[in-house]
């Protein structure tokens, strides 16, 4: 079964300092990762997402994210962080043979001036 | 504009009565979702659709019920069997048979007391 695990559910950077945000998953099959972003009280927006393409995957608002399959990690990186981007962000599998989709637990970035 | 509808965005309901949350896209998506988010939970999944009149439970289905009599409208109901209903909804849909990504909608807030 597909899983996926988001390591840190808080993390807190300084403005305009690196952001990561960790993620491994586990999957029995070659699976579709995504990460989204969610404001408070809203809905999520897609950051960006690999589907077996190219490893590196640039998305949106300056993010990227790596897949390493001897790792089994997806994790979210920035390289300089914005007061913007203090929000919620799901690290999210594929489930095989299906439409669904398989969401983290969330990590909540804090940005600090 | 092309998107997914929610409302209303916050509803309060005294404990006992169902409630029906309004999702409606006009995206063309074959699929549609309900999730629940509830706080340090991610998002799990409640029902799915991916095709008009028919439809599969997801995760958490006890005490929700749902309809899809047309394709660009998934209204979930909130019956008075559900334990514990207060929490955050948010409806999705996509293109099935691609690559998995999923659209959100703004989501409502539900206040049961």
């Known amino acids: 079964a597909q899983s996926v695990t988001q390591l840190d559910s808080h993390v807190s950077v300084s403005e305009g300092t690196p952001v990561l945000l960790r993620c491994n998953y586990s999957?029995?099959?070659?699976?579709?990762l995504f990460w989204y972003v969610q404001h408070p009280n809203k809905g999520l927006q897609l950051l960006l997402k690999?589907?077996?393409?190219?490893?590196l995957v640039k998305g949106i608002n300056g993010f990227e994210a790596e897949f390493k399959k001897s790792e089994t990690s997806f994790h979210l990186t920035k390289p300089s962080a914005h007061m913007s981007d203090a929000a919620e962000y799901f690290c999210?599998?594929?489930?095989?043979?299906?439409?669904?989709?398989?969401f983290g637990t969330g990590t909540r970035l804090q940005v600090f001036p | 504009d092309g998107g997914i509808t929610q409302s209303p965005k916050y509803l309060f309901r005294k404990e006992g009565q169902n409630v029906t949350l309004s999702c409606e896209q006009n995206?063309?998506?074959?699929?549609m979702y309900w999730y629940r988010q509830d706080p340090g939970q991610g998002l799990r999944l409640i029902y799915y659709?991916?095709?008009?009149?028919?439809?599969q439970k997801g995760d958490i289905a006890e005490g929700y019920s749902v309809s899809r009599e047309k394709k660009e409208s998934f209204p979930l109901t909130v019956t008075s069997a559900q334990k514990n209903p207060t929490a955050f909804y948010l409806c999705?849909?996509?293109?099935?048979?691609?690559?998995?990504?999923?659209?959100f909608g703004p989501g409502t807030r539900l206040t049961v007391t």
């Open positions: 999210v599998v594929s489930e095989e043979s299906t439409d669904k989709l398989i």
């Open positions: 690999y589907t077996s393409a190219a490893t």
């Open positions: 659709s991916q095709i008009v009149n028919d439809f």
């Open positions: 999705a849909s996509s293109i099935i048979y691609r690559d998995y990504e999923q659209y």
């Open positions: 999957s029995s099959y070659s699976p579709s």
């Open positions: 995206l063309n998506h074959d699929a």
